[in-house]
């Protein structure tokens, strides 16, 4: 299901987030201006089947696909605006940046 995370953000026009056991992925609409559409969360559980989850506000996120900036429309950056903190946050959280690393904005999270 990963594989269409692209399709889901772009048809719903909204934020896509899947947690697997073995990696998050993030999707972001590519062509659609930032809107009050609430994210979609899937988790893969048992297995064998996806839930939906609702995240808590601030919640961190895993880094953006890498080809969504290949893609996106210059209405649709804004996207990245609006989660870059929980990113950071995540990037931290997992040994993929320091601090001093998001201070500086060294590393490539696109």
Known sequence: MPQIGDVIANTY???VYFFLLQINLTFLPHHHPLNRNEALTLA????NHYVAMVLRPGTP???II???TQFAT?????????IQDR???????????????????????S
């Not at 893969?44 to 297995?47: A, K, P, R, S, Y």
């Not at 210059?74 to 609006?82: E, G, N, V």
């Open 61 to 63: 996120v895993s880094p």
């Open 66 to 68: 890498n080809r969504w």
């Open 44 to 47: 893969f559980i048992n297995n």
């Open 87 to 109: 990113i950071d946050k995540f990037l931290l959280i997992s040994g993929s940046a320091n601090e001093t690393d998001l201070e500086n904005k060294s590393i490539n999270i």
């Open 74 to 82: 210059l209405a649709a950056i804004r996207w990245r605006l609006l």
């Open 13 to 15: 026009q909204r934020p």
